[in-house]
């Protein structure tokens, strides 16, 4: 009921008084064709060979929007999101605010020749196309667009963490922690192989435990003054405090 007062009476997925539906309430498709153009993706899949793609949009819920991006009847990107008002759990005092949550985000190249499946991250039935920065963007961008203060996700994989992070931080300065001392420590290996080795249980700590991928909320603010709330030097300093603590090791195949 919040949001749809945020959103100012629009019936999110239904006809406005011109007959167009409009995502989120606001953004038409020509408008969504216009971001993807603005981002850089539009030009991104060109240059893969992708030409005459289609744009298709869906409305499965008031907070649940999709969006297609298809060449020839095959998906070329799938993005699913949703606005919600996220609660600040290690922030007591903070309200809760509203972003766009991404709760889906794929991409895939079917023209990608002679894929060997060793080549690929778990999850992955297809390389993706190349175009995350440019995504970042566009969803960004619809986020203040819809009165939203920034977009999270809950990464699913390793791998997923690792592309998200060039705008994103793990809300938990613990998760960060994590994150980065995976990194500090396996760099040598490369990320599909260490995507690999969660997945098959072959990433141990300093006491010889395995460790299991944990998916968390990685946040990406738009707004500078939350931001200096949530990337405090308090949260800094919780990182490098358990960064020293930690240490991590990967049993090779």
């Known amino acids: 009921d919040i949001l749809r007062e945020d959103l100012r009476g629009f019936e999110i997925g ?7 539906v409009r995502m989120f309430g606001k953004y038409t498709r020509e408008d969504i064709e216009n971001q993807l153009q603005w981002s850089g993706v539009t030009q991104a899949v060109r240059d893969k060979g992708y030409e005459n793609t289609e744009l298709e949009l869906n409305y499965l819920s008031d907070l649940d929007q999709r969006i297609f ?15 919600s008002h996220f609660r600040f759990r290690l922030h007591p005092a903070a309200p809760r605010i509203k972003l766009l949550y991404i709760d889906w985000l794929l991409t895939q190249h079917p023209r990608s020749k002679k894929v060997r499946k060793e080549r690929l991250f778990p999850g992955q039935e297809l390389p993706g196309l190349g175009v995350f ?4 963007d566009f969803i960004r961008n619809l986020a203040m667009g819809v009165g939203a203060r920034g977009a999270f996700n809950i990464p699913e994989y390793f791998h997923d963490a ?8 793990f809300y938990d300065p613990l998760r960060e922690a994590f994150f980065r001392g995976i990194i500090r420590d396996l760099r040598r290996f490369g990320a599909r192989e260490i995507s690999h080795a969660f997945a098959e249980r072959r990433i141990f700590n300093q006491n010889g435990e395995t460790l299991d991928w944990k998916p968390g909320e990685m946040i990406s603010v738009v707004t500078p003054r939350l931001a200096d709330q949530i990337w405090s030097p308090d949260y800094y300093t919780r990182v490098v405090r358990e960064l020293k603590r930690i240490r991590f090791r990967l049993e090779e195949r």
């Open 133 to 136: 920065a440019q995504l970042t």
């Open 69 to 83: 991006l298809r060449h020839d009847g095959e998906v070329l990107i799938h993005i699913r999101l949703k606005l």
């Open 14 to 20: 239904a006809p406005s008084l011109d007959g167009r």
């Open 162 to 169: 690792m592309l998200f992070h060039r705008q994103f931080n």
